[in-house]
């Protein structure tokens, strides 16, 4: 059953302008498997983190730090199940979580799809 979706859209040399401008900005948005990653891989993050932020509803008790994009063997993109995201997700009764990123054209888009869980127990 769906629990929530939620896209954004990042602008590339946008995004590069305030990670130069702010370089706390990178420790601060990503953690230290992302930081290292080109600007576009970064704002295709960025994009998904609020992404999942709307598709929850809310960030409630949830901290960038909380929310890591990282890819499978198949370098298909998911949210790493940390535990503050485990318990946000948990909380309200949301299950698994479908992410998906481009860039293109100077943006950069992620889409997430929600899934509430049966029992309303995190999974």
Not at 82 to 93: A, D, F, I, K
């Amino acid at each position: 059953m769906l629990h929530g979706i939620g896209v954004d859209t990042v602008d590339i040399p946008r995004f590069a302008r305030r990670l130069e401008r702010t370089p706390a900005l990178r420790a601060r948005l990503f953690t230290a498997a992302e930081r290292e990653l080109p600007v576009h891989s970064l704002a295709a993050r960025f994009a998904a983190k609020e992404a999942l932020i709307k598709a929850i509803g809310g960030s409630g008790g949830l901290g960038w730090q909380d929310i890591e994009i990282v890819r499978d063997a198949d370098r298909a993109p998911s949210f790493a199940p940390t535990p503050g995201l485990r318990r946000e997700l948990g909380s309200r009764g949301a299950g698994r979580a479908h992410l998906s990123m481009t860039h293109d054209g100077g943006f950069a888009t992620a889409f997430v799809i929600l899934e509430r869980t049966t029992d309303g127990a995190e999974e």
